[in-house]
């Protein structure tokens, strides 16, 4: 319960403004897939720091709730993931994550336009070793900020993330330790192709509090 009133509360309050959209960024009644490489995020649990790593295949949506304002929301599936801290490293990740997005359009000007996004997101992933077994369950909310330059048929965007909101468990054996993320800020950075008014592909990548990149492609419905 504690973390569905912070969900309810974070899409109350905001929808909102965090970057880490994992739909579009391109337009609106869209769905998207694509591949993410998550090579390194890094959680605090107990005294322990833990770092995550794997791939992600997602899938997502996106549609028109009113004029500059759209939602979203998807699901990615964990493979070959991998959990590593000072006194072990397990393989064999495997696990989802379920996540919604939002999108407002706070300005534009020229070929520009300026972004309000928002991400909140729910890991459940579990990684095996020889007689032992780890879990990260964790529920997160970022806020941030891009601004995409479009100059057609290729667009590319920058902006700031801020995790606002992270809370978990990371269960290793017959041990259970709160977890959160260590680093809260990122550098986010990106573009797109158009290969025509339906279809565009996407890449971006995520620096500083994690390690992440993800290529990916959209169809307008």
């Not at 997602?58 to 993931?81: C, N, R, S, V």
């Not at 992933?125 to 479009?150: N, Q």
């Amino acid at each position: 319960m504690k973390h569905l009133s912070i969900v309810m509360a974070a899409l109350a309050l905001i929808f909102y403004s965090s970057a880490q959209a994992d739909t579009s960024l391109l337009g609106k009644n869209r769905v998207s897939g694509g591949l993410l490489l998550e090579t390194s995020t890094k959680y605090t649990a107990g005294d322990q720091l833990v770092t995550i790593g794997g791939q992600l295949v997602e899938a997502g949506f996106d549609f028109e709730l009113m004029p500059k304002w759209t939602i979203g929301g998807g699901l990615a599936l964990m493979y070959d993931g991998n959990a590593e801290s000072g006194i072990h490293h397990s393989n064999g990740g495997t696990g989802l994550r379920l996540f919604g997005d939002t999108r407002y359009e706070v300005s534009r000007f020229d070929n520009n336009k300026v972004f309000a996004t928002g991400t909140f997101s729910y890991d459940h992933f579990t990684f095996s070793e020889v007689g032992v077994g780890a879990v990260l369950s964790i529920l997160e909310v970022k806020v941030g900020g891009l601004l995409l330059h479009s100059f057609s048929p290729f667009a590319a965007y920058g902006g700031l993330e801020f995790t606002g909101y992270s809370d978990g468990n990371y269960d290793f054996g017959e041990i259970s330790y709160s977890a959160k993320r260590k680093n809260v800020f990122n550098v986010r950075i990106g573009g797109a192709y158009k290969l025509n008014k339906k279809l565009a592909l996407n890449t971006d990548f995520l620096l500083i509090g994690e390690t992440t990149m993800m290529f990916s492609t959209e169809y307008a419905l």
